[in-house]
């Protein structure tokens, strides 16, 4: 082992353990820059809900209604596949919760593209359905597109058996 460049220490063997939560690692700077710390990692999964723009509900089969995600630093990824167990008057759009909400920053930035693939409805192609992330707001937007925009009647396209994979990274404040 060589220097780690760390007061009193000069080889590594196992994990490195702060004294304290607040601590975290500088990287590529040889000096504290605060944009450059890395401070936070954390994984796992979290429920997903789903809820319809204009009215009605969407409720999930409990055996596919949980996402994975993955945070570093800011950068927040989330994926999964959830499928609909029944739907009582679903319309609108339809929005799918996140882990985290985004960062509300300057001339929108946070915002996302959201991949989604949606099997397994009423009458809509599954190409037109479209996802966005809003800064600020902790939901995954899924709308309809058709030949010039999205428009929010993509609620009453899910059905019992409705299945939706998503895939989405977001940066949180």
Do not use: M, W
Not at 21 to 27: I, P, Q, T, Y
Not at 67 to 73: C, M, P, V
Not at 115 to 139: C, L, Q
């Amino acid at each position: 082992g060589g220097t780690l460049g760390v007061t009193g220490v000069s080889t590594l063997s196992d994990n490195i353990v702060f004294d304290a939560s607040s601590k975290g690692v500088h990287l590529g700077v040889t000096s504290a820059t605060a944009s450059n710390l890395l401070d936070d990692y954390e994984e796992g999964s979290y429920d997903v809900n789903v809820t319809c723009g204009a009215s009605g509900s969407i409720t999930l089969n409990t055996s596919f209604n949980s996402a994975a995600y993955t945070k570093i630093g800011r950068s927040v990824h989330v994926c999964g596949l959830i499928s609909a167990s029944s739907v009582s008057s679903p319309a609108g759009f339809f929005a799918l919760s996140l882990p985290f909400t985004p960062s509300n920053a300057s001339e929108r930035i946070a915002d996302s593209v959201v991949p989604v693939y949606v099997t397994g409805v009423a009458s809509a192609f599954v190409r037109d359905f479209v996802g966005t992330i809003n800064e600020n707001d902790a939901r995954i937007f899924v709308q309809l597109g058709d030949n010039t925009s999205a428009i929010n009647d993509s609620a009453q396209e899910i059905q019992a058996s409705t299945n939706i994979l998503f895939s989405a990274t977001y940066i949180t404040g």
